[in-house]
């Protein structure tokens, strides 16, 4: 898992997590920095493998849950994102309502920027 930080950007939090986005989940790294909110796919192509969000370009972000493969039920663990190009976003992360604050807390800033 490949990741290029900017010059002078700081990690906020990061997991283990699946992008649960596409059809087949896929296994990787959430990482919120005070600028972006990165999935960092299990490849070494930066580009490829790799999902960028700018926090100025979440205009929603909210619980969500995923299903049991065993069991069909519920899992409470999923976050749903949605950027102002309305492309919606879902990761499956532990300590979901950890990462929800932490996202509201750092998208604050970069709204009032706008």
Known sequence: MNVILLEGED???????????LINRQP??????DRRL????PGLDFERDNLILNLRDIV???KSYTFNIVKPI????????TTSDKQVYKFT???RDKWLNLI??????HRSKK
């Not at 990165?38 to 796919?41: D, K, L, P, S």
């Open 11 to 21: 990690i906020i939090k990061e997991g283990k997590c699946f992008n649960s986005s």
């Open 28 to 33: 990787g790294k959430l990482i919120l920095t």
């Open 38 to 41: 990165i999935f960092a796919g």
């Open 60 to 62: 929603s972000f909210e």
């Open 74 to 81: 519920p899992l409470y663990n999923g976050i749903k994102i």
């Open 93 to 95: 992360v532990t300590e």
């Open 104 to 109: 509201k807390w750092h998208i604050r800033p």
